[in-house]
């Protein structure tokens, strides 16, 4: 069951760069964080002493970010080893769940075969069974794959054992606010087409909407979008620390 449907209400997914502003944001409303460092790079591996201090200190689930360099999404073979040993290492320290994604390069991947699309099967499902059970994100990778590959893609992301995929529902760069109709559509995919899949058997994933989520706006997306989890760094100045107000005026907004 996720951390959504046991809340039974929208989830609050914060994204955190360091303990302090993990922290912060757990004691103003946050459902969940997402662990990882380095905000200008778009959030990298964290420092595991990160999630040593705050499973010492917090209730709620931290996900841990396994991403080893912010080129691209597609690894070399020394990137992804590195990715199995972090897995390893901070399942031993107790995260609760797993933020990755690995794609193919364009040239590997779909191409014009619409029966592939540029998620790498093989590997993200062999970091996922890693994970022991612990639910995965598949993280903004998705929002690289064109949308022409999105139906296979969302099987594919099925496939591999994720439980969610955060995206701002269109190419990389957009704000989540840009892109509502496509969002919507895809909660709709989720929905309609979320039963057991006796193959694999998973489920769809659940979309989380990330991207420029900020509580001016989560109102409005929660009700266009129909999505039941949202993600934001509620940053509101420089530096690397979550806004307390900004946390719990989006808690409020979704919560009420």
Same mark, same amino acid.
């Given at each position: 069951m996720s951390d959504?449907?046991?809340?039974?209400?929208?989830l609050l997914e914060i994204a955190c760069f360091n303990a302090?502003?993990?922290? @912060?944001?757990?004691?103003?409303?946050?459902d969940r964080i997402e662990l990882c460092k380095n905000y *200008?790079?778009?959030? @990298?591996?964290?420092? *595991?002493?990160?999630?040593?201090?705050?499973?010492?200190?917090?209730?709620?689930?931290?996900?841990?970010m396994i991403r080893p360099t912010s080129e691209s999404f597609c690894y070399s073979s020394a990137d992804f080893e590195q990715m199995k040993t972090e897995i390893d290492l901070f399942k031993n320290l107790g995260a609760d769940g797993f933020v990755f994604g690995i794609l193919y390069t364009p040239s590997e991947g779909g191409g014009g075969d619409p029966s592939r699309s540029l998620v790498d099967i093989a590997r993200n499902t062999e970091l996922v069974e890693r994970a022991d059970g612990r639910p995965c994100t598949f993280h903004r990778a998705f929002d690289l794959i064109p949308e022409s590959q999105w139906e296979t893609a969302l099987q594919d992301v099925r496939d591999c054992g994720f439980s969610s995929i955060?995206?701002?529902?269109?190419?990389?760069?957009?704000?989540a606010v840009e892109c509502?109709?496509?969002?919507?559509?895809?909660?709709?995919?989720?929905?309609?087409?979320?039963t057991l899949d006796t193959a694999t058997g998973h489920c769809l994933p659940e979309i989380i909407v990330?991207?420029?989520v900020r509580s001016s706006n989560t109102g409005?997306?929660?009700?266009?979008?129909?999505a039941r989890a949202f993600h934001s760094a509620a940053l509101t100045g420089n530096g690397e620390i979550a806004s307390a107000d900004e946390v719990r005026r989006m808690s409020a907004s979704l919560k009420g």
């Open positions: 959504t449907a046991v809340k039974g209400s929208p302090e502003s993990a922290l @912060l944001a757990a004691a103003s409303g946050a *200008p790079l778009g959030g @990298l591996t964290p420092d *595991p002493s990160s999630l040593t201090t705050l499973k010492s200190q917090l209730d709620i689930p931290v996900y841990v955060l995206t701002n529902g269109g190419p990389s760069g957009n704000a509502v109709d496509k969002l919507a559509t895809l909660v709709q995919w989720t929905e309609q087409y979320g990330g991207g420029g409005m997306l929660q009700a266009q979008t129909r």
